[in-house]
Structure formats: C-alpha cells, structure tokens
C-alpha cells in the first residue's frame, strides 16, 4: 500500500494551488459569530481555512501531512499577514498529534484515498477539545454527480454513523447540529451541481480526562 505522506506530498507537488483558497463553507458559517480562541485545524491543506481563523482572531495550529501543503500553507500565512497567528505542524495523525486543548477541533473532509484509520484519529480530535468548546466534522456525505461509477457506488459514512464512530459520553457533549447540508459546487470541467456534506457540530460540557 502506499506511503500516505507520499502520496499527499506529491499531491501539493505541482506548480499550481490544488484548492480554491476560499474557507469551507460550513466553518465559516459556525463560527462567524463565536469568540475567537484556540483553533486546531486538522488536514489543513493549503491553509485556506486557517488563514481564515486566523484573520477573524483565533490563534491556529494547522496540521497536515504533508510539508509541500504546509510550506504553501506558510507562504499563504505570510501574504495574508497572519502568519503570527498560525503555527503549521507536520503530523501523520494516525501515529502523532498535537498537543494542547482547543475552542474549536475542525476536520473538513478528513477523507484519503490511501491508508487513514479516522475513528481513532477524530476521537483524538473530540478528546482535544476544551471544556465549552466545539468539534466539526464535516465529511462528504454523497458522491458528487459527476463522480464515476465507483464513487458513487462507495458507501459514505452518515452524520449518525459518523457520531457513534466517536464513541462520545452523552453527559459531556451538547449535540449542536447532526445532519446534511448541500452547496452548489462546479465540477472538473465546469459541470454544475449540488454536493451533500455531512455536518457534525459538538459542544463539549465536561472533560474527566
């Protein structure tokens, strides 16, 4: 099987952005209007929704894989004149993690296409969250319309299985929003249509650990 950090560092090894550099729509929506603390930005990728934190008053810590993202995460920091407030960290989040506690833990479509166990690396994203702050989770909840056959024939995680995946204490979590969005989006070669995302918002009341 392939080398995960590998694969992610040839996937950010090209000349050209692979993102668009626009925040995820879902994190901008949620946390528009919550005071800015720490964040933990889990797959940062090019650090779109960092830099985003990051401009409305959060101090960040921005994780990926890869250093060809994190480096392309930095410069992007740097144009954007907050890089003081984002610190960019290599982790291969099935064996590291970051250290700390945070007000908002995001994982914005922790997908890989090769090897990532992910229940055991978002029940570390739930245990890092502080008392009163928030996990989200947002995931691709169905195929994209343009997507071929063996993608749409992939069997997609719901917002409920993906919540028992957790393995979460009721009496220490609120449970915000359990659910599906959809978003009109443009496909490879500029087909339109609407994407399904699964959206998974927590607020944690109590740690005992």
């Known amino acids: ?3 995960a950090q590998e694969f992610w560092d040839e996937f950010y090894g090209g000349d050209d952005p692979v993102w668009s550099g626009r925040v ?14 720490r964040a933990l930005d889990l797959g940062c990728g ?17 994780v990926d894989i890869s250093a060809n993202a994190l480096a392309r995460g930095r410069a992007a920091a740097q144009e954007r004149d907050v ?28 997908h890989s296409p090769v090897e ?7 029940r570390r994203a739930a245990d890092a969250v502080a008392v ?4 989200l989770i947002v995931d691709h909840g169905a195929a994209p ?8 024939e992939h069997h997609f995680a719901t917002a409920d299985e993906v919540l028992a995946g957790l393995g979460i204490d009721d009496a220490q979590w609120e449970l915000l ?5 959809d978003r009109d989006a443009v496909g490879p070669d500029g087909q339109t249509g609407v994407l399904t995302d699964n959206v998974i918002l927590l607020r944690r009341t109590e740690h005992t650990g």
Request: aromatic share 8%; charged share 25%; net charge negative.
């Open 116 to 122: 990532l166990d992910r229940e055991p690396v978002l």
């Open 24 to 37: 995820n729509v879902a994190l901008a929506e949620i946390t528009t209007d919550l005071a800015p603390g």
């Open 145 to 152: 319309p343009w997507a071929g056959e063996h993608v749409r």
């Open 83 to 110: 890089a003081a407030r984002i610190r960019f960290e290599r982790h291969d989040l099935s064996s590291s993690f970051p250290d700390g506690r945070f007000d908002l833990v995001s994982a914005q479509f922790l």
């Open 132 to 135: 009163g702050g928030r996990l």
């Open 177 to 181: 929003r359990i659910g599906t969005a």
């Open 1 to 3: 099987m392939r080398d």
């Open 46 to 62: 090019e650090g779109a929704d960092a830099i985003w934190l990051a401009g409305h008053g959060w101090q960040v810590v921005a």
